[in-house]
């Protein structure tokens, strides 16, 4: 497969044009890939533009890439949107990357109260930029028409209040249903991902007040970090995306 990158202002480009890889993608493929003069790579802008080009120069700068194919992929029209809760150390990032791997339409971080991270203030625009590159990162290891968006941090009112109009999942080791046995319907789906501890029993009250239904994985509890994309998968593959 070729190699795939990411350009902003590829949305216009046409069969026949030249495009520049500049900055630090430049020299991601050109001195961490090693790409040639004469090799196919593809490109997208990430919102659905699709490219296939021949490397014609390479800089450590700059690489030109003649476009020989273009095609556009719509949006889902059903979004699977992973709410992860913001944990310690980098298990929230872990989930993020691997969740936007296997095929998450969406990241909204929520601050659980049980979260021991918390974003306020300027970490919390540090920490949305540095969530949006993990995302964008893994996009492009994954060759990923779409890249998600990751939405403004949440607290749980406002989580609450983004149930209106989705379906929310929320993962609880303790509850009855599979998320195996869910029957998918033609809206978002909202699943909700709790930090280390847990997600709180308030919280979880809340949830179900305003119509989320809780899952279960199976009969281990597993840690925020691989939750997510445990289900994402599980997701996938009922809603007939695998």
């Given at each position: 497969m070729a190699l795939h990158f990411l350009v902003d202002s590829c949305t216009d480009a046409t069969v026949g044009d030249v495009i520049e890889l500049k900055g630090?993608?430049?020299k991601h493929a050109a001195v961490v890939r090693r790409v040639r003069v004469g090799e196919d790579i593809t490109i997208g802008d990430?919102?659905?533009v699709w490219l296939e080009g021949e490397v014609r120069d390479v800089s450590p700068s700059r690489v030109e890439v003649t476009i020989t194919a273009r095609s556009a992929s719509d949006a889902p029209d059903a979004r699977l949107i992973l709410v992860q809760a913001l944990a310690k150390g980098d298990r929230?990032?872990?989930?993020?990357?691997a969740a936007c791997e296997l095929g998450v339409d969406e990241v909204v971080p929520w601050q659980a109260s049980r979260s021991v991270s918390r974003w306020e203030?300027?970490?919390?625009?540090k920490g949305r930029e540095r969530w949006s590159s993990i995302v964008r990162e893994a996009a492009k290891q994954a060759h990923r028409v779409w890249v998600p968006p990751v939405a403004?941090?949440?607290?749980?009112?406002q989580l609450v209040s983004r149930a209106d109009g989705a379906r929310m999942l929320v993962l609880d080791p303790n509850a009855t249903a599979k998320l195996s046995e869910i029957a998918p319907d033609d809206g978002d789906l909202l699943l909700v991902v709790g930090p280390e501890g847990g997600i709180a029993p308030e919280e979880l009250e809340r949830f179900e007040a305003a119509g989320a239904e809780r899952v279960r994985?199976?009969?281990t509890v597993l840690r925020?970090?691989?939750?997510?994309?445990a289900a994402i998968a599980v997701l996938s593959a009922t809603l007939g995306r695998w």
């Open positions: 630090a993608e430049a990430g919102r659905g929230d990032e872990l989930a993020v990357q203030g300027t970490k919390a625009v403004e941090p949440v607290t749980t009112s994985l199976g009969d925020t970090s691989t939750a997510g994309p």
